[in-house]
T-cell receptor, first 115, second 111 residues
Framework: DAGVIQSPRHEVTEMGQEVTLRCKPI?????LFWYRQTMMRGLELLIY????????DSGMPEDRFSAKMPNASFSTLKIQPSEPRDSAVYFC?????????????FGPGTRLTVL | AQRVTQPEKLLSVFKGAPVELKCNYS??????LFWYVQYSRQRLQLLLR??SRESIKGFTADLNKGETSFHLKKPFAQEEDSAMYYC?????????????FGKGTLLTVNP
C-alpha cells in the first residue's frame, strides 16, 4: 500500500489564481482529514469527512476554501482566489473507524506557495 | 475547547543524555493523548498513544490528569531520535476523531 497519496507535491501560483489540492486516502479508511501547517500556527485541522460526508469544517479559514469528497477514494481542497497568506504545507490524513483507536495516517503534504 | 501546548520550539541534547519533551493540554472531558513524530523527509506518523501504555523506540509518556500533562521521555537519546515531535489530543470514548495538535518541538540530538 502506498499510503495516503497527495498531489501535487509542490505548487507555486500567483495571487488570485485557483488552487486545487488532491488526496487519495488509504483504501478502507472511513475518515479523511485536511490539515494546514505553518510556522506561526503549527498544524491546524481544516475539515474532516466520515464516509465521504463533511463532519466538521470549523477550521476552514474562510469562504475561499472549500473541500469535497465525491467518493471514498478521492478528496479535493480548493482555494479560490488564493492569497499569499495561504502559503503553507497542506496535509491529508486518513484513519480507520475503530472504537478507541484512531491513528491517523498522513500523506507527504503539498507545499503551496502563493506569490 | 481543546488546546495543546508544547512550550519548547527547540530542544537540543547530546547523545546518551535523557530527554523530556513537554506537553500540556486543556480539555474539559476525558481526553486521548498522542505523540506524533516527523523524521526528516518522512511523513508525520504516530509514535505512541497514552491508552496503550507502551514504550516505542525507548520513548514513554504518562498521562498526568492532575497536572494536565503528557510529557514524552527517553532515558538515553540517540542521534536517530532527531525529529519534529507533536503532541495531540482528541475527545475520548472513540466518538471524536478530531485531533488538536501542539505546535511541535524540534529535537536535535548531537553526537
Amino acid at each position: 500500500d502506498a499510503g495516503v497519496i497527495q498531489s501535487p507535491r509542490h505548487e507555486v501560483t500567483e495571487m488570485g489564481q485557483e488552487v486545487t489540492l488532491r488526496c487519495k486516502p488509504i483504501s478502507g479508511h472511513d475518515y479523511l482529514f485536511w490539515y494546514r501547517q505553518t510556522m506561526m500556527r503549527g498544524l491546524e485541522l481544516l475539515i474532516y469527512f466520515n464516509n465521504n460526508v463533511p463532519i466538521d469544517d470549523s477550521g476552514m479559514p474562510e469562504d475561499r476554501f472549500s473541500a469535497k469528497m465525491p467518493n471514498a477514494s478521492f478528496s479535493t481542497l480548493k482555494i479560490q482566489p488564493s492569497e499569499p497568506r495561504d502559503s503553507a504545507v497542506y496535509f491529508c490524513a486518513s484513519s480507520k473507524d475503530r472504537a478507541g483507536y484512531n491513528e491517523q495516517f498522513f500523506g507527504p503534504g503539498t507545499r503551496l506557495t502563493v506569490l | 475547547a481543546q488546546r495543546v501546548t508544547q512550550p519548547e520550539k527547540l530542544l537540543s541534547v547530546f547523545k546518551g543524555a535523557p530527554v523530556e519533551l513537554k506537553c500540556n493540554y486543556s480539555y474539559s472531558g476525558s481526553p486521548e493523548l498522542f505523540w506524533y513524530v516527523q523524521y526528516s523527509r518522512q511523513r508525520l506518523q504516530l509514535l505512541l498513544r497514552h491508552i496503550s501504555r507502551e514504550s516505542i523506540k525507548g520513548f514513554t509518556a504518562d498521562l498526568n490528569k492532575g497536572e494536565t500533562s503528557f510529557h514524552l521521555k527517553k532515558p538515553f537519546a540517540q542521534e536517530e531520535d532527531s525529529a519534529m515531535y507533536y503532541c495531540a489530543l482528541s475527545g475520548g470514548g472513540g466518538s471524536n476523531y478530531k485531533l488538536t495538535f501542539g505546535k511541535g518541538t524540534l529535537l536535535t540530538v548531537n553526537p
